[in-house]
């Protein structure tokens, strides 16, 4: 082997480590300066109190529950309409279809708009469209209630834009079903659709769990979205229906930051907040990894 | 063409033709499947043997751009009328697949699952049909202490048996057999035949085979399929000892194929 060669072949490699290394140096970075600003203020109070004094002291409780909340609506929402979409997708739609495809350009379209343009579908459609309609409909008064931004609201422009990651997920785990279970039960004399549900769904029931898994964690770390449809700039109690505002973890990192009456004071309360946030996203996926080894144990035994 | 015409056809096939897209499979068939007995269909890769048995459940459907046409009928009803009711017939027409494919379910929720789909949900009733047919399928000694465990923890002779039973159990009158012991060991394989063997004088068996011996084994008839054609159809005796056409002796002597 030339010199040449093997020079391009240690630059190659030694290029790749160092962007390999780049990756995990940027996100222990992240993580240690967030630790490290955050550490002070993540005490339990901070986790189980309200916010006083103009959000310059106490904890974030609200926007733990209200997160919570969110992704817990939007998942109700979102999973089983996903999943629906895909069962029809893979099963039931000829691939060649005009319909089949014209629904994958809109599951591709839809996972490229940018997500601030569903916060601003949501206000239009949801609030000022349904919202209203329903304040029409249900109440003779002229006051509020629905046609404002609130919880449901915004879990369900949250829905809609998580939409596509739970379609796509669900889709590939149908595909890993064998095309043997499905012929078995056919040949058994079983209909397309008792072949889906007691054959394809439960065999791709951890796809699924993944499809959910993945939303609930973009879901959680979107803002835009909800910027006009529900989030709550300061407000000290819990949502007690799904027509109230409510407060979320990574618009309450945003406001903090930009509108506080005193944004140096703040400082701890923003690391602890943003840490929070990534902590509930991990606890959510080591939940959700320990559900799937625990469900695929049980399939193989 | 020899046709054998003993009793009563229990399947009746006349003029099929069979295409994958524009390429032809299946020219011309002709074949009467007498009632239980087991009919094999033998023939070099590719000759059409497998399309044919599962057009006899309509299984081939499932596969986009294909087409037939010409009758099959079982017990004289054309299955391919449009007044049949697919999954009815295939309640009729079990099917057993050349890869065992047990579902990654428990022994008993395997066997149950045909008769479930049926709405049988009685506890007790579940219990007595599992029995019986794993019975049936010589397995019950082997899986009564463990009906619980997953399928998939089987060996591959156990799996092919449980798949039979699963077929066995919605009470079919016919069995297609797709190469069911070509992935199996000699003494996996010897207990399939045996089941087979059992198994004819309740039901009507059809198995597509590569294995001479096989064939000659457990088969009263033999049907030879050579490119896309039914060649020969006869008593397995006759084809195996004293075939009428060259090519069938010389598939079944070996010299190609």
């Known amino acids: 082997m030339s010199l040449r060669k093997k020079l391009l072949g240690t630059s190659v490699v030694t290029l790749s480590a160092l962007a390999a290394f780049l990756i995990i140096t940027v996100v222990i970075l992240v993580m240690g300066t967030i630790i490290v600003g955050g550490k002070d203020a993540f005490t339990w109070e901070f986790l189980t109190s309200a916010p006083r004094e103009g959000m310059t002291e106490g904890g974030i409780f609200p926007a733990i529950v209200g997160t919570a909340l969110l992704v817990v609506i939007m998942s109700i929402v979102g999973v089983p309409i996903g999943t629906i979409t895909a069962v029809y997708l893979s099963e039931y739609a000829s691939s060649r279809s005009i319909l089949a495809r014209s629904i994958r350009f809109a599951v591709n379209t839809l996972a490229g708009v940018p997500a601030i ?26 006051d509020l209630r629905w046609a404002q931004p609130n919880i449901l609201w915004a879990s369900l422009t949250m829905a809609l834009l998580t939409l596509p990651v739970v379609i796509v997920s ?132 | 063409m020899n046709t054998a015409k003993p009793r009563e056809a229990k399947i009746a096939v006349t003029n099929m033709n069979f295409w994958y897209g524009p390429k032809p499979a299946l020219r011309n068939v002709a074949m009467e499947i007498p009632p239980n007995h087991v009919t094999a269909l033998i023939g070099p890769s590719g000759c059409g043997k497998s399309t044919f048995l599962r057009s006899l459940n309509r299984m081939n459907e499932l596969i986009d751009n294909v087409r037939m046409d010409g009758h099959i009928r079982i017990d004289g009803v054309d299955i391919y009328d449009r007044n049949v009711d697919v999954v009815e017939l295939r309640k009729r027409v079990g099917m057993i697949f050349q890869k065992s494919n047990p ?64 077929a066995l159990a919605v009470d079919p009158e016919i069995l297609l057999m797709d190469e069911p012991a070509s992935a199996l060991d000699p003494i996996a394989t010897a207990k399939i035949e045996e089941l087979i063997y059992e198994l004819k004088s309740n039901y009507t ?15 009263d008839y033999t049907a030879f399929f050579y490119m896309g054609e039914l060649i020969e159809f006869g008593e397995t005796k006759k084809i195996f000892t004293t075939p009428e056409k060259k090519q069938t002796e010389d598939y079944i002597t070996g010299r190609f194929g």
């Open chain 2, 205 to 219: 068996i059809v198995i597509v085979t590569h294995n001479m011996q096989q064939a000659a084994r457990v088969s």
């Open chain 1, 117 to 142: 343009v569903f916060g601003l579908f949501g206000l239009g459609f949801f609030v000022q469209f349904v919202g209203s309609g329903m304040d029409k409909v249900l109440t003779d008064s002229t």
């Open chain 2, 103 to 166: 579902f990654p379910k428990s022994i008993f929720d395997n066997v149950a699952y045909g008769p479930r789909i049926n709405g049988v949900h009685d506890k007790g009733k579940l219990e007595e049909l599992v029995e019986s047919t794993l019975r049936r399928a010589a397995l019950w000694e082997e899986v009564k202490d463990e009906l619980k465990k997953s399928a998939l923890s089987l060996s591959g002779g156990q799996q092919q048996r449980l798949c039979i039973a699963r």
């Open chain 1, 170 to 301: 669900v889709e590939e785990a149908i595909k890993t079903v064998p095309a043997e279970l499905r012929a078995a039960s056919l040949a058994l004399g079983a209909t397309k659709w008792q072949t889906i549900v007691k054959i394809v769904i439960p065999n791709s029931i951890t796809g699924i769990l993944t499809g959910a898994i993945l939303a609930v964690s973009r879901g959680a770390g979107e803002v835009a979205p909800i910027l006009f449809t529900g989030a709550a700039y300061f407000l000290p109690h819990l949502p007690g229906s799904l027509s109230d505002q409510f407060m979320e973890l990574g618009y309450h990192v945003y406001i903090m930051s930009t509108q506080s009456t005193n944004v140096d004071a703040t400082r701890g309360i923003q690391y602890a907040t943003t840490l929070v946030l990534l902590l509930l996203t991990f606890l959510l996926n080591f939940s959700a990894i320990f559900l799937r080894s625990r469900l695929r144990a049980r399939q193989i035994t």
